[in-house]
């Protein structure tokens, strides 16, 4: 009996014993520490995958807009000699190259006939001839060329703002190009009909874009074509993006009118230093004519006076380039 009692107490003690090593030994043998380390190292390391894909995601769109940068520095570095097809593309006229020489050539006839008329002088006609040929054009042409450079520089600020408000309204950019084609003033309406046709024609937006710097040599169309294109090709804000050049070049207009305040006094002194050669000489002719007619009848008197014109013209190029500043 006591044997019997003795035996069913040493199974018990072992089917408990059992009981309790298979519930303790993954604590005591060290399974469940080893199970949590390799759940945590497997976190670690899905955190480092992602990790590194986002910094791969990164490093790959620094390196888009990196290599956009270098197609735009080595296009700057290559761009061709201004032509006088470009030239006059850029003033907006619609003339051919024919027909500017064609005026050209006309002005310069004028010009030589109306000095020699008045001089009875074949160098003054000579020199006539060249200036009306070659000079009034070409400044006639740059005139109007960077007057409507500058009506662009001064709206184009506008156009940006509106392509920004259509894009956090939802609307597509080539929506937001559209309505600055037809609703823009000039010259920016123009310009941006040109994209949007070119657009027509098969373009995608950056290429059409592109023309626009060509068209329109300024920072500002630089800047737009570069931000266009970089976006086309690594993402990015482009509201954002558009809106802090559009703040930029807002501060860039600014500073130009600051810069033309602070030079407007130089610019009076030199022109008023330029003109007043002209202004004695007309005057000293109105009062006694025989006293200066021996500057153009004498032949002494027309040397000192083309001596005279050489330094003058100097000078006056030496107060232009004083009072003329990069911005």
Do not use: H
């Not at 500058?150 to 408000?165: G, Q, T």
């Not at 002719?285 to 027309?302: A, K, Q």
């Amino acid at each position: 009996m006591e044997k019997a009692l003795i035996v069913k107490i040493m199974l018990g003690a072992v089917a408990l014993g059992g009981v309790f090593y298979g519930l303790l030994s993954p604590y005591l043998s060290g399974e469940m520490r080893a199970e949590k380390r390799k759940k945590a190292l497997q976190r670690s390391s899905t955190g480092r995958t992602r990790g590194g894909d986002q910094s791969k995601d990164v490093s790959q769109r620094r390196k888009q807009i990196t290599e956009s940068l270098k197609e735009f520095e080595t296009r700057g570095a290559t761009k061709r000699k201004v032509t006088l097809e470009s030239k006059i593309a850029q003033a907006g006229l619609s003339l051919s190259r024919r027909q500017f020489i064609l005026f050209s050539a006309f002005s310069g006839l004028v010009s030589g006939l109306l000095l020699l008329v008045f001089s009875k002088s074949e160098w003054f006609a000579l020199a006539g001839l060249l200036v009306g040929s070659f000079g009034l054009p070409n400044w006639w042409l740059s005139f109007v060329r960077k007057r409507r450079i500058n009506k662009f520089a001064v709206e184009f600020p506008n156009a940006i703002d509106v392509i920004v408000r259509g894009i956090k309204a939802g609307l597509p950019l080539g929506d937001c190009l559209r309505v600055i084609a037809s609703e823009a003033a000039e010259p920016v309406r123009s310009e941006f009909r040109m994209i949007v046709e070119q657009q027509t024609m098969g373009l995608s937006v950056s290429e059409a874009v592109e023309k626009i710097a060509e068209r329109i040599p300024t920072p500002e169309a630089n800047f737009f074509s570069i931000v266009i294109t970089i976006q086309q090709k690594a993402g990015g804000n482009l509201s954002e993006t558009l809106g802090n050049l559009s703040r930029v070049l807002r501060d860039r207009k600014k500073m130009k009118g600051k810069i033309k305040a602070m030079s407007s006094e130089a610019k009076a002194s030199a022109g008023i230093i330029g003109s007043l050669p002209f202004v004695v000489g007309i005057l000293v002719w109105l009062s006694s004519p025989s006293y200066i007619e021996l500057l153009w009848t004498n032949p002494i008197g027309r040397i000192v006076m083309a001596a005279a014109g050489l330094w003058m013209f100097i000078g006056v190029m030496v107060m232009k380039k004083m009072v003329s500043f990069d911005f």
